[in-house]
């Protein structure tokens, strides 16, 4: 190439620099979002993967069964580099006025575990010569601001058993504070851990060991061991093994790193899309109006060649603009979301590094999109015929009548003004096409961030309103009767009380098995709705067991199928299954309080009361007197965890803000660029009738009657695609953990459409603007504007 | 008097840099005259329909045409005056592609009459284009669209016609029934027509020819005897 066309190539750029600024901030925000999460993504697995290592955080865990056999067995397999025993207890803790149902975790005394070790962050680790001193997570620590030194006490069988802090620590089991898969959401008020010494925590779990943590050599997951052990451990009586990606804490963490990896490739395909029709439109229309000049370089002696290079800097100057700096914004970025995450999760281990072919595959990404959108157009452009595009003959503009006036004849009667504005939307069927892409791109952007609030706002609505019908659960100290229960309506504020049994169990069918938890209900139960996935709202059955949809394909079972529930101490029943529930959190069973009784063939006691409040209620009064009586352990207020999650909504509106945002950029893009390209096209027609005396204003609503019909087409197809995207996006955050079923308010379809609209309309602003300037004499006169 | 410009002076840049494309020109053109404008490049032809269409303002001078002082006029009165006193033809047609040959016609009708379509259909009669009335402008030869053109330019039936090369685009039989068409149209509509062009031979067929060079008025001649437009030969 030689340097005049260098030269031309950037006098044109520069002539159309709105429309090449917004190409180029397109393709720099897909980057820097490829940028940042990819990155965030591949360091925040860094930091899990060391964190694991560094910490042994086990491979497999065992509950149940005779856990120092189940230790012997294990420990001879090839591959296990470490196997123990521990004792953990969930027992009641009491600082000052407040009661909690925490847990307690035997630890070695004086040296760290070969398994499940924790980050000491301030104190001292557990001392043989100090028995009741013990060890806080940090998320309770934090919570009470408990600190070396401060004492509070944890249930011991029936009495309190004072215990000194001796220290606050982190550990990789507890990154997130949840008690198992099935409360994967608590509050500090109602969970917190407590690392012990063994000899505290035995007594607390009734004197032998209940747990075998495992870990492999190197810490590495190997699947066939742990499919072998999970036998070996389960003949020997386990009755729950869980492998280190379905650990409760583990588990939520890696759906949110599903997350940001989903969200490294499909936001940034949908921006660089974005970018590359408009891009596309932007140079097809140069070449058009080049034409005689394209015939004049190749009358010249400039070879096709040339000129293909020359219209693919057209392409490649917004894509290096756009994408190097994208990149390196991007990587930077990942940087500081990564420390962010980590100082906000209290993961132990940030690894933040540098990945170079992150940042090559970002350029690549952004030069790629931009360079494929100008190879048509230069394509074109180098096989323009010389002489035909030196005379200037331009393909005539085609005339047909529109498809709506074909559909709807009274139409043709229309005004021609009117006729023209519905002919100007198949004029240029590809750009028309193209604009409406950007809307529907723009609207699948909204709706999928949007889409996510509303979901997640219908689903702890269901959860917290119609399904927990209670307003708090009363945990007791030991198993309590119904009459116990029945007492607490004695305590002014309770309307009601029903007893509850919560027990861990699994549940086995076809080979498989599922732990979770079983609650036992009373019969006519008014404090839990039962929301059947076939039949909607149901009661609770007098017969069988009601299992979480999530149990029906990893289980292989069906509506009346049998299944095993095998409890803690390994007793096994035989059920059927009555019905699947719905349930957004967790994945539990349920039965009837006189089925459960009639399978074990004793009466049941209570593990819980499931209360209601009466009306006008000082719900803080009454939590403080229910929690004073001796034999309640915990009070957990239903409205707290509510409150709790509705306060981390917040995040999530900043998070659709900035998507909202960022959706507005890339339909801005691509509508200003068609929408530029249309009018820059009309020229001489809106020269020749201001010429005839058209006023301006009509002009101008001819224009954008033609421009917010095309916006409009997108609308509809925007709202079907986004729906799809929305919830396939909500889908892929499904599991037994959470069940994301998309739920879209009407008002959000309305209100994406508006804005829609609205950026289509601040879109065609600096078009409509250029009409004012539009000199009609030199226009008429122009062989082709 | 339908045209008349006093002292007009057209400057386009400044300082150094100016470039006068009208010098102080006088001219007066009567209702129904015919008037052929001749001159070389840059002469200054173009720029004196364009002060008289109202699509350019001019420097300095008087310019009166209907009856009205173009100087005094803001932004309405400016599309008002054009829409109800002038009608333009163009070397390059400027046709609306998605658009009829009849609704382009119309698209300019409707702004001032109620009956738009009725009437463009007549004018397109009247250029004998009523069996192409419903092709688009890609389906018409050169020929048909300058007839569209002047339909377009005649439907509102203004007194003022400006012609800016309306056979530059044209080979020779077409030209010449371009010409005939125009000269027998406005004779009819008893309109002052304007028509620049390069081509010296088709003064033979105006009443008046105007030579122009370097943006002055070199010569004014009348022509008594004008031929017949199909006679012209050139």
């Given at each position: 190439?030689?340097?005049?066309?260098?030269?031309?190539?950037l006098r044109?750029?520069?002539?159309?620099?709105?429309?090449f600024?917004?190409?180029?901030?397109?393709?720099?925000?897909?980057?820097?979002?490829?940028?940042?999460?990819?990155?965030?993504?591949?360091?925040?697995?860094?930091?899990?993967?060391?964190?694991?290592?560094e910490?042994h955080?086990a491979n497999?865990?065992?509950?149940?069964?005779d856990?120092?056999?189940?230790?012997?067995?294990?420990?001879?397999?090839?591959?296990?580099?470490?196997?123990?025993?521990?004792?953990?207890?969930?027992?009641?803790?009491?600082?000052?006025?407040?009661?909690?149902?925490?847990?307690?975790?035997?630890?070695?005394?004086?040296?760290?575990?070969?398994?499940n070790?924790?980050e000491?962050?301030?104190?001292?680790?557990?001392?043989?010569?100090?028995?009741?001193?013990?060890?806080?997570?940090?998320?309770?620590?934090?919570?009470?601001?408990?600190?070396?030194?401060?004492?509070?006490?944890?249930?011991?069988?029936?009495?309190?058993?004072?215990?000194t802090?001796?220290?606050?620590?982190?550990?990789?089991?507890?990154?997130?504070?949840?008690?198992?898969?099935?409360?994967?959401?608590?509050?500090?008020?109602?969970?917190?851990?407590?690392?012990?010494?063994?000899?505290?925590?035995?007594?607390?779990?009734?004197?032998?060991?209940n747990?075998?943590v495992?870990?492999?050599?190197?810490?590495?997951?190997?699947?066939?061991?742990?499919?072998?052990?999970?036998?070996?451990?389960?003949?020997?009586?386990?009755?729950?093994?869980?492998?280190?990606?379905?650990?409760?804490?583990?588990?939520?963490?890696?759906?949110?790193?599903?997350?940001?990896?989903?969200?490294?490739?499909?936001?940034?395909?949908?921006?660089?899309?974005a970018?590359?029709m408009?891009?596309?439109?932007?140079?097809?229309?140069?070449?058009?109006?080049?034409?005689?000049?394209?015939?004049?370089?190749?009358?010249?002696?400039?070879?096709?060649r040339?000129?293909?290079?020359?219209?693919?800097?057209?392409?490649?100057?917004?894509?290096?603009?756009g994408?190097?700096?994208?990149?390196?914004?991007?990587?930077?970025?990942?940087?500081s979301?990564?420390?962010?995450?980590?100082?906000?999760?209290?993961?132990?281990?940030?690894?933040?590094?540098?990945?170079?072919?992150?940042?090559?595959?970002?350029?690549?990404?952004?030069?790629?999109?931009?360079?494929?959108?100008?190879?048509?157009p230069?394509?074109?452009?180098?096989?323009?015929?010389?002489?035909?595009?030196?005379?200037?003959?331009?393909?005539?503009?085609?005339?047909?009548?529109?498809?709506?006036?074909?559909?709807?004849?009274?139409?043709?009667?229309?005004?021609?003004?009117?006729?023209?504005?519905?002919?100007?939307?198949?004029?240029?069927?590809?750009?028309?096409?193209?604009t409406?892409?950007?809307?529907?791109?723009s609207?699948?952007?909204?709706?999928?961030?949007?889409?996510?609030?509303?979901?997640?706002?219908?689903?702890?609505?269901?959860?917290?309103v119609?399904?927990?019908?209670?307003?708090?659960?009363?945990?007791?100290?030991?198993?309590?009767?119904?009459?116990?229960?029945?007492?607490?309506?004695?305590?002014?504020?309770?309307?009601?009380?029903?007893?509850?049994?919560?027990?861990?169990?699994?549940i086995?069918?076809?080979?498989?098995?599922?732990?979770?938890?079983?609650?036992?209900?009373?019969?006519?139960?008014?404090?839990?709705?039962?929301?059947?996935?076939?039949?909607?709202?149901?009661?609770?059955?007098?017969?069988?067991?009601?299992?979480?949809?999530?149990?029906?394909?990893?289980?292989?079972?069906?509506?009346?199928?049998?299944?095993e529930?095998?409890?803690?101490?390994?007793?096994?029943?035989?059920?059927?299954?009555?019905?699947?529930?719905?349930?957004?959190?967790?994945?539990?069973?349920?039965i009837?309080?006189?089925?459960a009784?009639?399978?074990?063939g004793?009466?049941?006691?209570?593990?819980?009361?499931?209360?209601?409040?009466?009306?006008?209620?000082?719900?803080?009064?009454?939590r403080?007197?229910?929690?004073?009586?001796?034999?309640?352990?915990?009070?957990?207020?239903?409205?707290v965890?509510?409150?709790?999650?509705?306060?981390y909504?917040?995040?999530?509106?900043?998070?659709?803000?900035?998507?909202?945002?960022?959706?507005?950029?890339?339909?801005?893009?691509?509508?200003?660029?068609?929408?530029?390209?249309?009018i820059?096209?009309?020229?001489?027609?809106?020269?020749?009738?201001?010429?005839?005396?058209?006023?301006?204003r009509?002009?101008?609503?001819?224009?954008?009657?033609?421009?917010?019909?095309?916006a409009?087409?997108?609308?509809?197809?925007?709202?079907?695609?986004?729906?799809?995207?929305?919830?396939?996006?909500?889908?892929?955050?499904?599991?037994?953990?959470?069940?994301?079923?998309?739920?879209?308010?009407?008002?959000?379809?309305l209100?994406?459409?508006?804005?829609i609209?609205?950026?289509?309309?601040?879109?065609?602003?600096?078009?409509?603007?250029?009409?004012?300037?539009?000199?009609?004499?030199?226009?008429?006169?122009?062989?082709?504007? | 008097?339908?045209?008349?410009?006093?002292?007009?002076w057209?400057?386009?840049?400044?300082?150094?840099?100016?470039?006068?494309?009208?010098?102080?020109?006088?001219?007066?053109?009567?209702?129904?005259?015919?008037?052929?404008?001749?001159?070389?490049?840059?002469?200054?032809?173009?720029?004196?329909?364009?002060?008289?269409?109202?699509?350019?303002?001019?420097?300095?001078?008087?310019?009166?045409?209907?009856?009205?002082?173009?100087?005094?006029?803001?932004?309405?009165?400016?599309?008002?005056?054009?829409?109800?006193?002038?009608?333009?033809?163009?070397?390059?047609?400027?046709?609306?592609?998605?658009?009829?040959?009849?609704?382009?016609?119309e698209?300019?009708?409707?702004?001032?009459?109620?009956?738009?379509?009725?009437?463009?259909?007549?004018?397109?009669?009247?250029?004998?284009?009523?069996?192409?009335?419903?092709?688009?402008?890609?389906?018409?030869?050169?020929?048909?669209?300058q007839?569209?053109?002047?339909?377009?330019?005649?439907?509102?039936?203004?007194?003022?016609?400006?012609?800016?090369?309306?056979?530059?685009?044209?080979?020779?039989?077409?030209?010449?029934?371009?010409?005939d068409?125009?000269?027998?149209?406005?004779?009819?509509?008893?309109?002052?027509?304007?028509?620049?062009?390069?081509?010296?031979?088709?003064?033979?067929?105006?009443?008046?020819?105007?030579?122009l060079?370097?943006?002055?008025?070199?010569?004014?001649?009348?022509?008594?005897?004008?031929?017949?437009?199909?006679?012209?030969?050139?």
């Amino acid at each position: 190439m030689v340097k005049p066309l260098h030269r031309k190539l950037l006098r044109d750029i520069r002539r159309h620099r709105p429309q090449f600024i917004a190409i180029t901030i397109t393709i720099f925000l897909g980057v820097t979002i490829f940028g940042a999460s990819y990155d965030s993504f591949q360091n925040l697995q860094a930091s899990y993967d060391t964190t694991a290592t560094e910490y042994h955080f086990a491979n497999l865990t065992v509950v149940g069964g005779d856990s120092d056999a189940i230790e012997a067995a294990v420990g001879e397999v090839p591959g296990v580099e470490f196997a123990e025993t521990r004792a953990t207890a969930d027992v009641p803790f009491r600082l000052d006025d407040t009661k909690l149902l925490g847990r307690a975790v035997g630890l070695p005394t004086d040296s760290q575990p070969d398994v499940n070790q924790v980050e000491v962050l301030t104190g001292e680790y557990l001392s043989s010569s100090d028995p009741s001193g013990v060890l806080v997570e940090e998320h309770m620590a934090d919570h009470f601001a408990l600190q070396p030194g401060d004492r509070f006490e944890i249930m011991s069988g029936t009495e309190w058993e004072a215990v000194t802090v001796r220290g606050v620590v982190a550990s990789p089991e507890y990154i997130w504070p949840a008690r198992d898969r099935q409360e994967i959401i608590t509050t500090p008020d109602n969970f917190g851990v407590v690392f012990t010494p063994e000899t505290l925590a035995l007594e607390l779990a009734g004197g032998t060991p209940n747990e075998v943590v495992i870990y492999y050599n190197d810490g590495a997951e190997n699947e066939d061991i742990s499919v072998g052990l999970t036998e070996d451990a389960r003949a020997l009586g386990a009755t729950s093994v869980f492998t280190r990606e379905e650990q409760p804490s583990n588990a939520a963490l890696s759906e949110d790193l599903k997350g940001f990896e989903e969200m490294a490739l499909f936001f940034p395909i949908m921006f660089l899309t974005a970018a590359g029709m408009a891009a596309y439109v932007m140079i097809s229309r140069l070449v058009h109006s080049q034409r005689p000049n394209i015939g004049v370089f190749i009358a010249n002696g400039f070879t096709r060649r040339q000129v293909l290079r020359h219209y693919l800097g057209y392409g490649l100057i917004p894509g290096l603009i756009g994408s190097l700096p994208g990149a390196i914004v991007g990587v930077l970025l990942a940087r500081s979301i990564t420390r962010l995450y980590t100082d906000l999760l209290a993961i132990p281990v940030t690894v933040v590094e540098f990945y170079p072919a992150t940042l090559l595959g970002a350029v690549a990404f952004g030069l790629v999109a931009s360079l494929l959108a100008a190879l048509a157009p230069a394509l074109v452009a180098s096989r323009v015929p010389p002489a035909a595009a030196m005379r200037g003959e331009t393909p005539a503009g085609r005339g047909r009548t529109s498809l709506v006036e074909r559909l709807v004849p009274p139409l043709r009667k229309a005004p021609a003004a009117w006729k023209m504005v519905l002919r100007g939307v198949g004029r240029n069927p590809r750009r028309t096409v193209y604009t409406i892409i950007g809307v529907v791109l723009s609207l699948m952007l909204v709706l999928v961030s949007w889409g996510m609030i509303d979901t997640i706002q219908n689903l702890m609505d269901r959860q917290f309103v119609e399904i927990q019908q209670e307003d708090a659960t009363v945990y007791f100290t030991e198993p309590a009767s119904t009459s116990d229960v029945a007492e607490l309506l004695n305590i002014e504020g309770v309307a009601s009380a029903e007893p509850a049994l919560t027990v861990p169990i699994s549940i086995g069918a076809n080979g498989e098995h599922y732990e979770t938890a079983l609650l036992v209900l009373e019969d006519q139960t008014e404090m839990h709705g039962l929301l059947s996935v076939t039949e909607g709202w149901i009661d609770l059955p007098d017969q069988g067991v009601v299992l979480g949809q999530a149990t029906q394909s990893l289980l292989n079972i069906s509506v009346g199928d049998s299944v095993e529930l095998t409890l803690a101490d390994g007793a096994t029943v035989t059920d059927t299954v009555a019905a699947f529930v719905d349930e957004p959190l967790g994945t539990m069973a349920y039965i009837s309080r006189s089925e459960a009784e009639a399978l074990t063939g004793t009466q049941l006691p209570a593990t819980s009361a499931l209360i209601a409040y009466s009306d006008g209620v000082d719900s803080a009064a009454l939590r403080n007197t229910i929690t004073e009586l001796p034999q309640v352990a915990a009070f957990e207020d239903a409205n707290v965890l509510y409150d709790m999650v509705q306060q981390y909504m917040v995040l999530f509106y900043a998070f659709v803000g900035i998507m909202l945002l960022f959706g507005g950029a890339m339909a801005f893009a691509l509508i200003f660029n068609s929408m530029s390209v249309n009018i820059a096209e009309r020229t001489r027609e809106v020269a020749t009738l201001l010429a005839v005396g058209t006023d301006r204003r009509s002009i101008s609503k001819y224009i954008t009657a033609e421009n917010m019909l095309v916006a409009a087409m997108g609308i509809p197809i925007g709202l079907v695609v986004g729906y799809f995207a929305a919830k396939s996006a909500m889908n892929s955050f499904s599991s037994d953990l959470f069940a994301m079923d998309l739920y879209i308010k009407p008002t959000t379809y309305l209100w994406a459409s508006l804005a829609i609209i609205l950026v289509a309309l601040v879109s065609q602003w600096p078009g409509l603007r250029a009409i004012r300037r539009i000199s009609i004499p030199e226009i008429v006169k122009e062989r082709s504007a | 008097m339908t045209i008349k410009m006093a002292g007009v002076w057209k400057t386009f840049g400044e300082g150094h840099t100016a470039v006068h494309a009208l010098r102080d020109i006088d001219l007066t053109g009567p209702q129904g005259e015919f008037t052929v404008i001749l001159g070389p490049s840059g002469s200054g032809k173009t720029t004196l329909l364009n002060l008289v269409g109202a699509i350019d303002d001019a420097t300095e001078g008087y310019i009166e045409a209907a009856g009205v002082d173009l100087a005094e006029l803001d932004i309405d009165e400016t599309v008002r005056y054009r829409r109800e006193n002038v009608g333009f033809v163009f070397q390059f047609f400027n046709l609306i592609p998605t658009l009829t040959a009849l609704e382009n016609v119309e698209l300019v009708a409707d702004l001032t009459a109620a009956n738009g379509a009725e009437r463009a259909a007549e004018v397109l009669e009247r250029v004998g284009l009523g069996d192409r009335m419903n092709h688009f402008p890609a389906q018409l030869s050169g020929g048909e669209q300058q007839r569209v053109a002047i339909a377009r330019a005649l439907v509102k039936q203004p007194p003022i016609l400006l012609c800016d090369e309306p056979t530059g685009e044209l080979d020779f039989e077409t030209g010449r029934m371009i010409l005939d068409l125009l000269r027998r149209v406005s004779r009819e509509l008893k309109q002052t027509v304007l028509l620049v062009t390069h081509n010296a031979a088709i003064g033979d067929m105006a009443d008046r020819v105007l030579k122009l060079r370097s943006g002055e008025i070199v010569d004014d001649l009348r022509n008594d005897h004008p031929v017949a437009a199909t006679e012209l030969t050139w």
